[in-house]
């Protein structure tokens, strides 16, 4: 559908069209620079390509407001995802890569952005879900409508208690101290794993791992569609990153993957848990983790000092029995606040709102 620009006083807001695509890319890294976010002086034309023209949907809108000499001062981004409310197929969007330049900030460029964006994918998609930062949260709520569902609780496995400490207080001899921590919690925080289970490193995806994919989907009420095409684009498609897929297998059988990445997180490099998928029971998943901090870790060539993860869904309720401790949600490092807006669903529209319908992990949150 053919979106004509709209022009408010000295800025021009507009889908993106391929020829500014480079000018995009360049704004982009700008931005990120002026934040010092996370991604600042990563960003790149590949990963862009893979991360809105490549996805398994092939579909996704993308905005900019142009200042009065034409520069690109801002960017919305919305790619979209197959997805299902129970039975009910679904598009879904999902809001990534939003910001003003600081120069323009303050002045209701970015809500006019939003609006802009939100008027022209109306008859696109059935919802649309985002977690922003505490900077745009209210411009979301406030003037988009959308309701915050939950802020999703982070945790974290200690694997180096003492190098966590030291990275934060500079204790000297802090090793003596920890070390004693460390063994008891590991210890103390355990499931036991059946001498016939295997867990092997292996990224190769084939009918078996997306009959699992598909009877995990089912579990939840609301979630994306992953499959084995979304697994490979999502995790082993991506310029510039690395990820490891576990498979937890049982008499040939298996029972569940998990895909984990090396990132810095609390200021440690650590071992992140983006996205897991079981049959039957969450138990399975478990039994992986607490087989990774017994005996895996020592699969994988990078030091990391604890494992982390955040999300929605049953499982992580169950995360403390292999030793995963709940972070206050003052103390995370970026809470993730799940909003979500209806577009156009009627029959199912109030389930989209009862967060404990929804499958999230942070395979869903573009920042990793």
């Known amino acids: 559908m053919e979106k004509t620009a709209t022009k408010t006083s000295a800025f021009r807001y507009s889908r993106i069209e391929p020829a500014d695509y480079q000018k995009l890319i360049q704004s982009i890294d700008e931005i990120l620079c002026e934040g010092n976010s996370h991604n600042a002086g990563k960003y790149d034309l590949n990963h862009w390509y893979w991360q809105y023209l490549k996805l398994p949907s092939a579909k996704a809108f993308i905005y900019g407001v142009f200042d009065e000499n034409d520069l690109l001062i801002g960017y919305y981004h919305i790619p979209c995802y197959t997805g299902h409310i129970g039975e009910k197929k679904v598009l879904i969007g999902m ?161 569940a993957i998990l895909v984990f990445k090396v990132d810095e997180m609390l200021g440690n490099p650590s071992l992140l848990l983006m996205d897991f998928a079981y049959i039957e029971t969450e138990n399975h998943v478990l039994m992986a983790l607490q087989w990774l901090k017994d005996v895996g870790l020592s699969q994988i060539p990078e030091s990391v000092n604890l494992l982390f993860t955040s999300g929605n869904s049953l499982i992580f309720n169950s995360l403390y029995k292999v030793g995963f401790v709940k972070i206050p949600n003052q103390f995370s490092p970026r809470p993730l606040n799940l909003l979500t807006k209806n577009i156009r669903l009627t029959d199912c529209a109030n389930a989209i709102f009862d967060s404990n319908n929804w499958l999230i992990t942070l395979a869903d949150w573009d920042v990793f």
Do not use: M
Not at 100 to 109: D, F, L, Y
Not at 114 to 119: E, M, T, V
């Open 95 to 255: 809001i990534q890569d939003v910001a003003i330049s600081q120069k323009s900030r303050g002045g209701g460029v970015f809500r006019q952005l939003a609006q802009y964006a939100h008027q022209d994918i109306a008859q696109e998609v059935d919802f649309i879900y985002t977690f922003p930062n505490h900077k745009s949260i209210h411009t979301f709520i406030k003037y988009n409508q959308y309701s915050l569902l939950k802020t999703l609780p982070a945790y974290i496995l200690p694997i180096n208690a003492a190098k966590i400490i030291h990275s934060k207080l500079k204790i000297p001899l802090i090793n003596h101290l920890a070390t004693p921590f460390t063994f008891l919690h590991q210890k103390i925080c355990q499931v036991n794993v059946p001498k016939d289970y295997q867990f092997i490193f292996d990224h190769s995806l084939n009918l078996e791992t997306e009959q699992l994919l598909k009877s995990f989907n089912a579990l939840h009420r609301i979630g994306l569609d992953k499959n084995n095409q979304y697994i490979q684009w999502r995790f082993f498609d991506k310029p510039n990153s690395k990820h490891y897929l576990l498979k937890v297998i049982q008499n040939q059988k298996l029972l």
